[in-house]
């Protein structure tokens, strides 16, 4: 089992920054690839980013690369997503998820999902 909790999100304006936090619990943090998805009023949960259970390998959807990072510090069993330059198309509810059983882009790759953290972008 794994038990992962989101936080970091709220209230930002375009422009602005916003740094989200997964704690996870529950089995050995650094052997598993994490993951960020979003969903969207009205649309499908979708990849965001994930990262290598070392950390030296992250992966990035096409619509946030060179805006967000994502990072982990095992030592902590916390993994990250900064997002710089936000923007009201990136308001959504972020998930982080971890241990994908195949494809890491794929929602039901995941059987482990924290309760997700609301990000609200104003114009």
């Known amino acids: 089992q794994v038990q992962l909790v989101e936080s970091g999100g709220g209230l930002v304006q375009a422009g602005d920054s916003l740094t989200l936090s997964c704690a996870a619990s529950?089995?050995?943090?650094?052997?598993?690839?994490m993951a960020w998805f979003r969903q969207a009023p009205g649309k499908e949960r979708e990849f965001v980013a994930a990262?290598?259970?070392?950390?030296?390998?992250?992966d990035y959807a096409d619509s946030v690369k060179g805006r967000f990072t994502i990072s982990r510090d095992n030592a902590k069993n916390t993994m990250y997503l900064q997002m710089n330059n936000l923007k009201p198309e990136h308001t959504a509810v972020y998930y982080c998820?971890?241990?994908?059983?195949?494809?890491?882009?794929?929602?039901?790759?995941?059987?482990?999902w924290g309760q997700g953290t609301q990000v609200t972008v104003s114009s």
């Open positions: 990262i290598s259970g070392s950390g030296s390998n992250t």
């Open positions: 998820a971890g241990v994908p059983r195949g494809d890491y882009h794929i929602v039901a790759s995941y059987d482990y």
């Open positions: 529950g089995r050995t943090f650094s052997i598993y690839v």
